[in-house]
């Protein structure tokens, strides 16, 4: 189970990015006066902070006023944040910096958006542009864990690793195995007994390959599940009885029936395993819907669903898990009143969330202008929410039957830990 919430905080937080970079990509500058700023893992910040203020000595010399004026503010900004950091994160640190026009010229706005890469990013890079520039940080977010491949029947094995569509083959062995009719003057028990201990042989044999091929450094901690395949039951026999890794037996996620064994092998598992991946995902979604059906006909008070309900007792700490629509396009926003400090969350879809920028309402205790101290999007909410509150969310694709079903509930549910009394 612990394994599972790992792989399912990965997905949310890699999710969260990709929504970042697509809301990142979209801005334009009015000049060449976006920052962007990689900054490799562990590199020390005043290094960083050195060449940042040679940067801005250079930017003396841009002839526009303008664009000079926000190159400057942009990188006294950017070296602002950084004076928090002694060194970079271990996987680097990505910034994006600059004035984003709001509706026409002379409306800029400084925005700023610091990103702890999801992976490792080795990239030394500065530049200004029109703008920002999110190839790098994207490239983490490509598909960089592996499945493990196993293929083996009495005669021969194979092992593998599965990395986007490709297979890495990483060892063939073949077993030397006798067939099972012994060569004459032989006894019978005998025979049974030397091809038993041949069989074990060779299963520990293949089994001391994987242990030390996925559990290298390089490969353990990307390792997302262990696929076992083959003819017939010697690949049960294999998981039985070989002396694999308690940490490898842990992560097979699927065993297989294949017509062919070794390298042939390997590839027939790589045709199914599209279809057992996104299973895996979907089978896990599908038992969380329907949880949440179950409950809603038999323990009604063990589930909220609607946006309202589940935002409105977002503190309760009453909150498991809440389910939501992959593709859920609301805005959380928060007002604030300068004047006298009230404040007021909404959830609005994105046109009224813009509407507000230009429309600001009053304040209901006051009456002055409220402004927006806060705006983010609904799964980033409930997401920031879930770390502080301590419960799980998981998204629910769109296009599955259970996803269909669990759509006609307002997108979002909370499955509680106990029951809430109104
Ligand atoms: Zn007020």
Redesign the pocket.
Known sequence: MAREEKVEERDLRRYRIKKMIEEIKRKKGRGTELISLYIPPRKRMSDVINYLRQEYATAENIKSDTTRKHVKDAITKVIERLKYYDEAPENGLVVFCGAIPVSGPGTEKMEIYVVEPPEPVNVNLYRCDDHFHTEYLEETLREKEVFGLISIDVNEAAIGLLEGSRIKVLGKYTSGIPGKHRAGGQSARRFERLREMAVHQYFDRVAKHVNEEFLRDDVYPRLRGVIVGGPGFTKNEFIEEADLDYRIKNKIVAVIDTNYSGEEGLREILDRARDILSGMKYVREKRLVDEFLTRLSKRHNMVLYGIDEVVRNIYSGAIDTVLVMEDIDKRYVRLR?P??G?EKEMILDPSDAMKLEYRPPK?D??G?EMTIAEEKGLIDYLADKGEEMGFKVVLITPETEHGKIFSQFGGVAALLRYPLNY
């Open positions: 009143c004047k006298c009230y304040c205790k006051c002055a």
